[in-house]
C-alpha cells in the first residue's frame, strides 16, 4: 500500500517579525543616541563660579520651578523679561533645575540663553552630602 504524500508546498519566509525587530531596534538608537555626548553640558558640582578669564563677571542664578517656571531672585520672569536680563554682555548664567522640573522647560530655558549669545552658561546640579 503506498501513502499519497501531499505535494510539497512552497515555503515562504516571513519578513514581518523581521521588520518589527529592525523597528524595534531603530527606536532604540534613536533614542539612546540623544544622551550619547553627556559632556557637551558643563555641569558644575562643586559650586565653584570662578571666571577663566580671571574678571569678575556677573553671575545670573535662573531656578526652574516644578510648574516649569523660571524663576530670578524669587520671581517667575516672563520670556520678555529674561531676555532682557540675558542681554548684558559677558555675564555668566547658571541654571538650576529643581528635581521636578519638567525637561522641557530646561531646554527652553538653555535655547534662550544661547539666543541671548550667552557664552558661559552652566547647568548645576545639586546633590545631597552624605
Known sequence: MRLARPAASARRISLVPLIDVLFILLVYFMVTSVYRDLDMIPVVQDGSVSSE????????????????????????????????????????????????????????LMDAVAAAGVTDARLIRLEAEG
Open 53 to 108: 578669564s580671571g574678571g569678575t563677571a556677573t553671575t545670573v542664578l535662573l531656578r526652574i520651578g516644578a510648574d516649569g517656571q523660571v524663576v530670578l531672585r524669587g520671581r517667575n520672569v516672563t520670556p520678555d523679561v529674561l531676555a532682557s536680563v540675558l542681554a548684558t554682555p559677558g555675564q555668566r548664567v547658571l541654571i538650576l533645575p529643581t528635581g521636578a522640573a519638567p525637561l522641557w522647560a530646561l531646554t527652553d
